[in-house]
């Protein structure tokens, strides 16, 4: 029995002792007798007493009734006020831990915030999957086959009214010990077997994405606990929020880095192919300006002609002479003639050797 029913019971006897009426008092005992209905009935009893003796007994009764109260508001505002500190310590965890949210929050309820059970369920469309699961470690009672059954499997919303209703307002709801097994999914709160719980959900865009259930197993819920997993809940969203703007960010800066290493060794590649670049008839083309480059000639083709000049270049160069009659404009004929006077004139009697000759030019001339 607790310290409030207790008190309850020794204010009702005392009452019945100074009071009168009777049938008063069995209605209130009928009705349910609640310390504030009792403070009611004893003052109302004060009001129209004219014995000092009852007067006196109804007075200590109210004042009894009243220091009970105001114990209880200490109480609550000290259990308050220490949920309100562990719901600040568990969002530091949370934002902590956004890629273990699940089993983060199951166990943090259980633990800091002081609730028997706690269940973490993600939501995709029309199924909700519960994959985490906590028990506090001072709850007594066997819930090995629920851990168990809290697998991740996929659960149709159709076979959980409650949560689908849930899903589709946006909204937390609370059951009290009666309406527990009403309209519920009775595969898992059969194995659980609370007085009464409560679910938060945890939306992201405006949807639901996850559901949050926690239970204080012989007890039942206040509009307290609604409040804070609902806030925690909400913490839950601006974590889940937070971790999947990052990872975009971080696959959007990935791809630019990635970007960024292809446009630098497309450029690379071609610095190189403009640094060798040649054009179709075997001019090597200067990478800073596009220019020719002139291979130096050899002091031997001082005597040759300003077209033989020209062959001799692309000679050097590597052009054979359909190109070089191309490039002229020139017949493979007149090519043929000019090829052979540069070497008799160079005393050379392959394409290899004028080649050579230009070569050793260059190497001399630092071209």
Sequence with gaps: MSVIEASTDRALDALAEVSAN????????????????????????????????????????????????????ERRCRAHSDQIASLHRVARTVNENTDRLSHVVTRELCTDLGYGKAMFSKVRGSIWSPVALAVNPSLTGDFGDLITAVDGRDISLRDAPREAELVRRRRPYAVDGVDTYRQTYRPLIDLSRPSGYLAAPVIVNARVVAIIHVDRQSDDVTESDIHIVETLAAMCAVATERARLFDTLRARKDKVFSEVERLRDELDRLTSVAASLSDPFGETLRAETGEPIRPQLPRRAEGLTSREREVLSMIARGASNAAIAQKLCISDGTVKTHVQRIFRKLGASTRAEVAALCAESNDTTGV
């Design 22 to 73: 009777k049938l008063g008092l069995q209605g209130l005992r009928d009705g349910g007798a609640t310390p504030h209905r009792i403070r009611d009935f004893a003052a109302e009893e004060l009001r129209f007493s004219v014995d000092p003796v009852q007067a006196l007994a109804l007075s200590e009764i109210i004042v009894a009734l009243d220091s009970l109260r105001r114990d209880e508001l």
